[in-house]
């Protein structure tokens, strides 16, 4: 590929004086070495970047070219990478997407991905009572300000003259019943689910589970614990935490030793 030049603009300088008379010195030619700066294209994906503005918008490579007076051949040749745009082309397409160059070259925001093991989830039992009636597991703790919280739960069969303990909070709740069955009681109304039935209701009616079989019943839990406003009534009174109320969440968002996963998780209150 050919070198490029970009000459810098010279100072002004006033039109009187002996300095008038002088020659100004041209400034030297800043040479950009043509392999190096295809490497930094590709290195900062920019052509991915472009495909990436392009698609959210819903826009064509045609009507691209259109925004840009760019064909949409050498367009398509800049999304995969067979042609190194020049930062005047780029400028014009960052233009159309109210963008400027810095978006090119600016490191990529981190995503949010987070696996949790298995082997290193910490199994908690039901909080407040002497004879847990269940057991569960966060299946989000290292994920951080995370907008609501999944668990998988294990329910043990009823033990006669024990009564299953209500409990509400804000936001929702959502159950989907893995093996076994359950009585879900809401409010004043007991419904029995079983394995892939699945209930979604309002948290912060009272509500409580046991397990209605004669082995355990496992589900997956999702509650959404947030404060509810109404313009008529406003923020709801203080609710008391249910058994899954939140854990705290991850202190930052890089991933933590495995020995520090499990030794932060307090049980849920």
């Known amino acids: 590929m050919a070198t490029s030049s970009i000459l810098p603009t010279s100072p002004s300088r006033s039109e009187s004086g002996p300095a008038a008379l002088q020659a100004v010195p041209e400034a030297p030619a800043l040479q950009i070495d043509g392999q190096a700066a295809e490497s930094v294209i590709a290195e900062k994906r920019i052509g991915e970047r472009i495909k990436h503005l392009r698609l959210k918008k819903s826009m064509g490579l045609v009507e691209l070219g259109k925004h840009t007076g760019l064909s949409a051949s050498f367009l398509s040749q800049l999304?995969?990478?067979?042609?190194?745009?020049?930062?005047?082309?780029?400028?014009?397409?960052?233009?159309?997407?109210?963008?400027?160059?810095?978006?090119?070259?600016?490191?990529?925001?981190?995503?949010?991905?987070?696996?949790?093991?298995?082997?290193?989830?910490?199994?908690?039992?039901?909080?407040?009572?002497?004879?847990?009636?269940?057991?569960?597991?966060?299946?989000?703790?290292?994920?951080?300000d995370r907008q609501l919280d999944p668990y998988f739960a294990e329910f043990l069969p009823a033990k006669p003259g024990t009564e299953p303990r209500s409990h509400q909070h804000f936001g929702c709740e959502f159950l989907y019943i893995l093996s076994g069955s359950l009585t879900i009681r809401h409010g004043a109304t007991?419904?029995?689910?079983?394995?892939?039935?699945?209930?979604?209701?309002?948290?912060?009616?009272?509500?409580?589970?046991?397990?209605?079989?004669?082995?355990?019943?496992?589900?997956?839990?999702?509650?959404?614990?947030?404060?509810?406003?109404?313009?008529?009534?406003?923020?709801?009174?203080?609710?008391?935490?249910?058994?899954?109320?939140?854990?705290?969440?991850?202190?930052?968002?890089?991933?933590?030793?495995?020995?520090?996963?499990?030794?932060?998780i307090p049980k849920a209150g």
Not at 239 to 263: D, M, N, Y
């Open 79 to 144: 999304e995969t990478g067979r042609v190194v745009p020049t930062l005047r082309n780029l400028a014009r397409i960052a233009m159309v997407f109210s963008k400027d160059l810095n978006y090119f070259f600016e490191p990529e925001p981190l995503t949010l991905f987070r696996i949790h093991r298995g082997k290193e989830r910490v199994r908690l039992p039901q909080s407040g009572v002497q004879d847990p009636a269940y057991f569960f597991e966060s299946l989000g703790y290292l994920v951080p």
């Open 190 to 264: 007991s419904h029995h689910v079983e394995r892939g039935d699945a209930v979604y209701f309002d948290a912060s009616t009272t509500h409580s589970y046991e397990c209605s079989g004669d082995t355990p019943a496992t589900a997956l839990i999702v509650t959404l614990q947030q404060p509810v406003a109404t313009p008529a009534t406003g923020p709801r009174p203080s609710l008391p935490a249910g058994p899954f109320a939140r854990l705290p969440r991850a202190p930052s968002a890089a991933a933590q030793p495995t020995s520090a996963k499990t030794a932060a």
